[in-house]
């Protein structure tokens, strides 16, 4: 069992900057994603990266903004935010792939262990 433990959100105002954290209570040779979920929306996927570091994934509405990285000394995964937007505001959550390390999944369903989320406003 694997507990995940995100930190970094807040409160930014509208073309601010924010980097999420989070950290693993074991190491684990996954890829790992990040994914955010609005009130009243579904989870969706903003970003992933192989065990590696070696590939990532973004989502296009987050493409050139946001960077996912990793330190797996640390088993920390970060996401850096930038040029942030009003509907970036959510619940984002950092999770762990059940599947190969070097495939990048893009669905909540390919995920099997999940922090508890760190919230993440942007005003206009």
């Known amino acids: 069992q694997v507990q995940l433990v995100e930190s970094g959100g807040g409160l930014v105002q509208a073309g601010g900057s924010l980097t999420l954290s989070c950290v693993a209570s074991?190491?684990?040779?996954?890829?790992k994603g990040w994914f955010r979920q609005a009130p009243g929306k579904e989870r969706e996927f903003v970003a992933a990266?192989?065990?590696?570091?070696?590939?990532?994934s973004y989502a296009d509405s987050v493409k050139g903004r946001f960077t996912i990285s990793r330190d797996n000394v640390k088993n920390t995964v970060r996401l850096q935010m930038n040029s942030l937007k009003p509907e970036a505001t959510a619940v984002y959550y950092c999770?762990?792939?059940?599947?190969?390390?070097?495939?990048?999944?893009?669905?909540?369903?390919?995920?099997?262990?999940w922090g508890q989320g760190t919230q993440v406003t942007v005003s206009s």
């Open positions: 999770a762990v792939a059940s599947g190969l390390a070097r495939t990048l999944p893009s669905m909540p369903q390919q995920y099997n262990y």
């Open positions: 074991a190491r684990t040779a996954a890829t």
């Open positions: 990266i192989t065990w590696s570091g070696g590939a990532t």
